[in-house]
């Protein structure tokens, strides 16, 4: 059972719009940096957000990151085939002085 | 580039002991802090451990604590993972990833260890 929880799977039409959530306490994102990560089974995982909100050099704007209290939103929007994929969200839990990643949500486009 | 590659990875018997190794490349490695992460079949990512640039900081998760050791050189370039009294549920695709405590930017593709009899 992960500290962080993510919804299983989402699935929106192409061109949609899909939000991922990321609930967890304030032992980890309440006063913590939240990244997401994509990862395509057979290949490595990538980072999409760093410091919340940030993308790095590459991530198209269709990706976003936004957290309040002790929750993180990864929203997708133009939704692309290719964005079907495994979405986690991760912090670190200053409590358990632990890294801690989300269970993963299944992007699927219909 | 930059680039890190994993190796390592076997079948070995429930108890058994084996070594990960990373190397990696195209970044300053003694400035950076690593991972490792796991994949069970299956299932999603787990955390595994974190060292320090200078390897005077390392964090574990529960689950490997007391079993695993994490160490790096430097001077090599080189991460790696010391896996003692190996189970089953160890059984996962390894992954070596660049990174501090609240993002990991740069990961290898991993090495599969299988813990069976």
């Known amino acids: 059972q992960s500290l962080l929880t993510q919804p299983p799977s989402v699935s929106a039409a192409p061109g949609q719009k899909v939000t991922i959530s990321c609930s967890g306490s304030?032992?980890?994102?309440?006063?913590?940096?939240v990244s997401w990560y994509q990862h395509v089974p057979g290949t490595a995982p990538k980072l999409l957000i760093y410091?919340?909100?940030q993308r790095p050099s590459g991530i198209p704007d269709r990706f976003s990151g936004s957290k309040s209290g002790t929750s993180a939103t990864l929203a997708i929007t133009g939704l692309q085939t290719g964005d079907e994929a495994d979405y986690y969200c991760?912090?670190?839990?200053?409590?358990?002085?632990?890294?801690?990643f989300g269970g993963g949500t299944k992007v699927a486009v219909l | 580039e930059e680039h890190l590659v994993e190796s390592g990875g076997v079948v070995v018997q429930p108890g058994g002991s084996l070594r990960l190794s990373c190397a990696a490349s195209?970044?300053?490695?003694?400035?950076?802090?690593l991972h490792w992460v796991r994949q069970p079949p299956g299932k999603g990512l787990e955390w595994v451990s974190l060292?320090?640039?200078?390897?005077?900081?390392?964090y574990y998760a529960a689950s490997v604590k007391g079993r695993f050791t994490i160490s790096r050189d430097n001077s090599r370039n080189s991460l790696y993972l010391q896996m003692d009294n190996l189970r089953t549920e160890d059984t996962a695709l390894y992954y070596c990833?660049?990174?501090?405590?609240?993002?990991?930017?740069?990961w290898g593709k991993g090495t599969t260890v299988t813990v069976s009899s």
């Open positions: 060292i320090s640039w200078n390897g005077d900081f390392i």
């Open positions: 990833v660049k990174g501090g405590f609240y993002y990991m930017d740069v």
């Open positions: 195209g970044f300053n490695f003694d400035d950076s802090s």
């Open positions: 991760g912090t670190w839990d200053s409590t358990l002085s632990v890294a801690v």
């Open positions: 304030s032992s980890n994102i309440g006063n913590n940096i």
């Open positions: 410091d919340d909100d």
